[in-house]
């Protein structure tokens, strides 16, 4: 519930940070969402496989390659909303 509460804080200012023109700040902070994603599949990826969840409740796949900023945005919206349909 905590982590729910934080990526719905996290959507809000990232709106609002998009329409005031910062979004230099915003692709830092998709960058970083990049960063902590792969950390945590490359931490629990294997004892997610080893405990029998299921696909739902699986980490997503590995973050894609940031070959430049629009590819990132388009990946980060795509986890957004798989994050808002597990909702």
């Known amino acids: ?6 990526q719905g804080k996290l959507e809000q200012e990232a709106r609002v940070m998009v329409s005031s023109g910062q979004t230099e700040v915003l692709d830092q902070l998709k960058a970083l969402q990049m960063d902590i994603t792969s950390l945590y599949n490359l931490k629990f990826a294997p004892e997610a496989a080893g405990a029998g969840r299921s696909a739902e409740d699986s980490p997503p796949p590995p973050a894609p390659h940031r070959d430049s900023a629009g590819d990132l945005g388009r990946a980060t919206l795509r986890l957004l909303e798989e994050l808002d349909r597990e909702r």
């Open 1 to 6: 519930e905590v982590l729910k509460h934080l």
